[in-house]
Protein backbone atom coordinates (compact mmCIF):
# COMPACT_ATOMS: atom_id res chain seq x y z
CA UNK A 1 0.00 0.00 0.00
CA UNK A 2 2.88 2.18 1.25
CA UNK A 3 4.90 1.60 -2.20
CA UNK A 4 1.09 2.56 -4.04
CA UNK A 5 1.05 5.87 -2.68
CA UNK A 6 4.45 6.52 -3.37
CA UNK A 7 3.82 5.92 -7.25
CA UNK A 8 0.51 7.77 -7.50
CA UNK A 9 2.02 10.61 -5.40
CA UNK A 10 5.46 10.83 -7.53
CA UNK A 11 2.84 10.58 -10.88
CA UNK A 12 1.30 13.67 -9.84
CA UNK A 13 4.37 15.45 -8.87
CA UNK A 14 5.76 14.90 -12.04
CA UNK A 15 2.61 16.22 -13.97
CA UNK A 16 2.59 19.15 -12.41
CA UNK A 17 6.34 19.92 -12.87
CA UNK A 18 6.05 19.14 -16.26
CA UNK A 19 2.65 20.88 -16.96
CA UNK A 20 4.14 24.63 -16.27
CA UNK A 21 3.68 27.47 -18.59
CA UNK A 22 7.22 28.49 -20.43
CA UNK A 23 9.36 31.24 -19.22
CA UNK A 24 10.44 32.30 -23.04
CA UNK A 25 9.54 31.38 -26.00
CA UNK A 26 11.07 31.87 -29.48
CA UNK A 27 9.82 34.27 -32.26
CA UNK A 28 11.23 34.37 -35.71
CA UNK A 29 10.38 36.83 -38.56
CA UNK A 30 11.51 37.65 -41.72
CA UNK A 31 12.23 41.38 -42.11
CA UNK A 32 11.51 43.36 -45.28
CA UNK A 33 11.36 47.36 -46.25
CA UNK A 34 8.77 49.40 -47.95
CA UNK A 35 10.35 48.03 -51.63
CA UNK A 36 10.09 44.30 -50.29
CA UNK A 37 13.41 44.23 -49.93
CA UNK A 38 15.10 41.91 -47.67
CA UNK A 39 17.00 43.93 -44.51
CA UNK A 40 19.66 42.16 -44.42
CA UNK A 41 22.68 41.69 -41.30
CA UNK A 42 21.12 44.90 -39.68
CA UNK A 43 20.41 45.96 -36.08
CA UNK A 44 16.53 46.00 -35.83
CA UNK A 45 14.55 47.31 -33.09
CA UNK A 46 11.35 45.40 -32.05
CA UNK A 47 8.29 46.33 -29.62
CA UNK A 48 6.28 42.83 -28.93
CA UNK A 49 2.91 42.97 -27.42
CA UNK A 50 0.73 40.27 -26.17
CA UNK A 51 -3.09 40.92 -26.27
CA UNK A 52 -5.79 39.31 -24.54
CA UNK A 53 -9.03 37.82 -26.81
CA UNK A 54 -8.99 39.51 -29.57
CA UNK A 55 -6.21 41.58 -32.20
CA UNK A 56 -6.96 44.47 -31.08
CA UNK A 57 -7.22 43.08 -27.26
CA UNK A 58 -6.20 44.63 -23.96
CA UNK A 59 -2.36 44.38 -23.58
CA UNK A 60 -1.35 41.68 -21.00
CA UNK A 61 2.71 42.33 -21.39
CA UNK A 62 4.74 44.31 -23.52
CA UNK A 63 8.51 43.99 -24.32
CA UNK A 64 11.48 45.49 -26.64
CA UNK A 65 14.20 43.86 -27.97
CA UNK A 66 17.10 45.18 -30.51
CA UNK A 67 18.17 42.20 -32.18
CA UNK A 68 20.32 41.99 -35.66
CA UNK A 69 19.41 39.92 -38.83
CA UNK A 70 21.22 37.46 -40.32
CA UNK A 71 22.17 37.39 -44.40
CA UNK A 72 18.40 36.32 -45.29
CA UNK A 73 16.72 39.23 -43.16
CA UNK A 74 15.80 36.61 -40.74
CA UNK A 75 15.62 38.09 -37.14
CA UNK A 76 15.48 35.99 -34.09
CA UNK A 77 14.14 36.78 -30.20
CA UNK A 78 13.24 35.14 -27.52
CA UNK A 79 9.37 36.41 -25.93
CA UNK A 80 10.17 36.89 -22.45
CA UNK A 81 13.53 38.00 -22.49
CA UNK A 82 13.43 41.43 -23.46
CA UNK A 83 13.44 44.56 -21.90
CA UNK A 84 9.66 44.79 -20.26
CA UNK A 85 7.68 47.95 -20.44
CA UNK A 86 4.10 46.70 -19.09
CA UNK A 87 3.04 43.65 -17.48
CA UNK A 88 4.58 40.20 -16.04
CA UNK A 89 5.31 37.03 -18.41
CA UNK A 90 5.02 34.55 -15.62
CA UNK A 91 1.55 35.88 -14.65
CA UNK A 92 0.10 35.40 -18.15
CA UNK A 93 -2.76 33.10 -17.39
CA UNK A 94 -2.26 30.97 -20.87
CA UNK A 95 -5.61 28.78 -20.46
CA UNK A 96 -7.58 31.96 -20.05
CA UNK A 97 -8.75 33.04 -23.52
CA UNK A 98 -7.01 33.72 -26.87
CA UNK A 99 -3.75 35.61 -27.15
CA UNK A 100 -2.55 37.14 -29.59
CA UNK A 101 1.15 38.35 -30.79
CA UNK A 102 1.51 42.09 -32.26
CA UNK A 103 5.12 42.75 -33.56
CA UNK A 104 6.55 46.54 -34.17
CA UNK A 105 10.03 47.06 -36.01
CA UNK A 106 12.23 49.69 -36.89
CA UNK A 107 14.06 48.49 -39.50
CA UNK A 108 17.23 51.24 -38.42
CA UNK A 109 17.37 49.82 -34.93
CA UNK A 110 15.49 52.26 -33.00
CA UNK A 111 12.15 53.15 -31.62
CA UNK A 112 10.17 54.68 -34.98
CA UNK A 113 8.40 51.03 -35.70
CA UNK A 114 7.25 51.72 -39.23
CA UNK A 115 6.73 47.44 -39.58
CA UNK A 116 3.79 46.36 -37.58
CA UNK A 117 2.14 42.52 -37.78
CA UNK A 118 -0.56 40.55 -35.41
CA UNK A 119 -1.08 37.06 -35.02
CA UNK A 120 -2.73 34.44 -33.08
Known amino acids: MKKLFLSILLY ?3 ILIFAQAPEKFTFQA ?12 TSVGVKVSILHQHISGDM ?3 ETHITTTNRNGLMTLQI ?5 FSGNFASI ?3 NGSYF ?9 GTNYSIEGTQQ
Open 93 to 95: DWA
Open 60 to 62: VYG
Open 101 to 109: LKTETDPTG
Open 80 to 84: GGGIV
Open 12 to 14: VTS
Open 30 to 41: VVRDASNNLICN
